[in-house]
């Protein structure tokens, strides 16, 4: 049995894999991904990926395709409730209304793609970056020591080899083998109901006319479900609940039954029906007790089973990505001490656990069964996905009275460390530049008026760190750097014009300073900051 090393070995090739694969090469981290499945999914799945979904891609040179190949689903606005695609509209709704509001917030929309269209492009730029993304290849078993991991991967014509690995991360779903191996238990409400997702081929342009729809929800006599077609009216997925309890299984799902129901859907008996194929899967909420064990992480439904009312499942999990890729980068080249993986914990669990309740609240009022304290506690997307507020981790944390809340109206963050950097437009050149294409590869420090100060001081804390430190001084007429002529920049982090403020790879607040802060004292300051966040 032949032996080879990685630095990081990826079990699960879905939108999360593909994602921990390609924001780890972004930081130039070797990683070896394994999928059982040959290829990318063939079956729609995710749709939609809000606008901090979106701003990651845009880090890693990816949000530009999406966008390209979600052109055709810009229409794809409406979500409707329908007795069929052909019969009587009962509601009918506007997905994220008000978003051309987001411009101050964020340079990124709202992505309708579905996950057979974007997984080929996560595929082709991780590759591109150096990932090494093995289809037809599954884990068969691991163990690990103090140092890493030991592989053993089975090849689609049995051939077994093992692989060594520093880290294991775990993308391998909501049954996932790794953390059902580690003995990881879950909470929360458990399964809340079973469905079965039905792709199909059907010529949809006569019962759809000039409507497009996001998400549609089908309720008649033969079928109730929730259907979504693509950008050319040919192909769309019904999905469909069965009880156990009553007796229903999946084998009930035969071609035949699948292509009544989508024909009910549809409304029209005149549109040929063909089933492409059919994915069964559970309604959940359940996230694990623990995210790590030694050398071995949980992303994505391995960790945490959302409902997917409101759409955040994918979403979170590519937001453990990027969280995770960066520390792993650090911590796997010497710059940062080991305990920083513990905080990737620490961030993304307590989301976790919020996001899935969330999923749960949008299940209980979408369908119109929520009391009013659950609509008392339902967030909005911008501020689940967005307004997240990190109770602890690798950051300098402020004091403040009373527990924080786990998120907030993004708008109202103003640089607290813990949380997204603000979006603010600055000028270089002449042209654009926004804050956030700032951050994505390493540490950034922002100062303003006093500058040069700030800059050696960074220059000094990075000598005695040997860490990356980008420095960007920002003033009214960009002199040395970004120009701010609206003099936004301050006020949106929360510093004072001398103050100074540093953001993580990953594009969340690390340290500011808020107060006067003598020059003589801005090295220390910033290594001691520095050094609590690397966890040295």
């Not at 492009?121 to 103090?146: C, I, P």
């Not at 009216?233 to 999905?239: A, D, M, Q, R, Y």
């Not at 953001?503 to 607040?509: A, E, H, K, N, W």
Request: glycine content about 12%.
């Amino acid at each position: 049995m032949s032996t080879s090393s990685t630095r990081v070995l990826i079990a699960g090739g879905s939108l999360v894999g593909l994602s921990t694969a390609l924001f780890l090469a972004h930081h130039n981290v070797p990683c070896i991904m394994v999928e059982r499945h040959p290829s990318t999914s063939v079956h729609p799945r995710a749709v939609g990926y809000y606008p901090r979904t979106a701003e990651l891609l845009r880090t890693v040179g990816v949000e530009e395709a999406a966008k390209s190949a979600a052109a055709g689903f810009e229409k794809h606005t409406t979500r409707a409730g329908v007795v069929s695609l052909a019969g009587e509209v009962l509601f009918s709704k506007e997905e994220l209304e008000g978003g051309d509001d987001l411009a101050d917030l964020t340079p990124s929309k709202l992505l309708l793609l579905p996950q057979d269209r974007l997984e080929p492009l996560l595929r082709a730029r991780a590759e591109k970056l150096g990932a090494d993304l093995r289809f037809g290849t599954e884990l068969v078993s691991f163990t690990q020591d103090d140092d890493g991991v030991h592989a053993v991967l089975r090849e689609a014509d049995g051939t077994e080899h093992t692989v060594r690995a520093a880290y294991l991360v775990a993308a391998d779903g909501p049954r996932s083998t790794v953390r059902e191996a580690l003995g990881i238990r879950r909470q929360g409400r458990g399964v809340l109901s079973r469905h079965v997702s039905i792709a199909f081929g059907a010529d949809l342009s006569s019962v759809l006319g000039e409507r497009r729809y996001s998400v549609v929800h089908v309720k008649n006599d033969t079928v109730t479900g929730i259907l979504v077609h693509d950008d050319t009216l040919t192909e769309g997925t019904l999905i469909v609940g069965y009880d156990p309890q009553r007796g229903e299984s999946l084998e009930d799902f035969t071609d035949a039954r699948c292509a009544e129901l989508v024909r009910a859907a549809i409304g029209s008996d005149t549109v040929e029906v063909t089933v492409r194929s059919r994915f069964p899967w559970d309604m959940a909420e359940l996230v694990a007790e623990r995210f790590a064990e030694g050398r071995v992480l949980l992303a994505g439904d391995a960790a945490h089973q959302i409902p997917p009312t409101g759409g955040y499942g994918a979403n979170t999990g590519i937001a453990d990505a990027f969280n995770l890729a960066w520390k792993l980068a650090l911590v796997l080249d010497g710059t940062a001490g080991a305990g920083l993986i513990d905080t990737y914990e620490q961030e993304r669990r307590p989301i976790g656990l919020y996001t899935a309740r969330q999923g749960s609240l949008q299940l209980a009022l979408r369908s119109g069964t929520a009391t009013e304290e659950q609509l008392a506690q339902t967030d909005d997307a911008m501020t689940v996905t967005m307004g997240q507020v990190c109770p602890a981790g690798a950051f300098v944390a402020e004091e403040e009275a009373g527990a924080p809340a786990l998120t907030r109206d993004p708008r109202s963050l103003s640089g607290r460390p813990g949380t997204r950097a603000p979006y603010v437009v600055l000028e270089q050149g002449g042209a654009p530049l926004a804050t956030l294409d700032l951050f994505g590869s390493r540490f950034v420090l922002l100062a303003g008026a006093d500058g040069p100060s700030w800059a050696e001081a960074a220059r000094t804390a990075g000598a005695r760190l040997d860490v990356a430190l980008d420095v960007h001084l920002i003033t009214a007429d960009g002199d040395g750097g970004p120009a701010d002529p609206g003099g936004r920049w301050a006020g949106a982090y929360g510093v004072p014009v001398g103050g100074a403020v540093l953001v993580r790879p990953d594009g969340i607040v690390a340290w500011r300073s808020r107060g006067a802060l003598p020059a003589g004292e801005r090295a220390a300051a910033l290594t001691a900051a520095l050094r609590h966040v690397l966890a040295r």
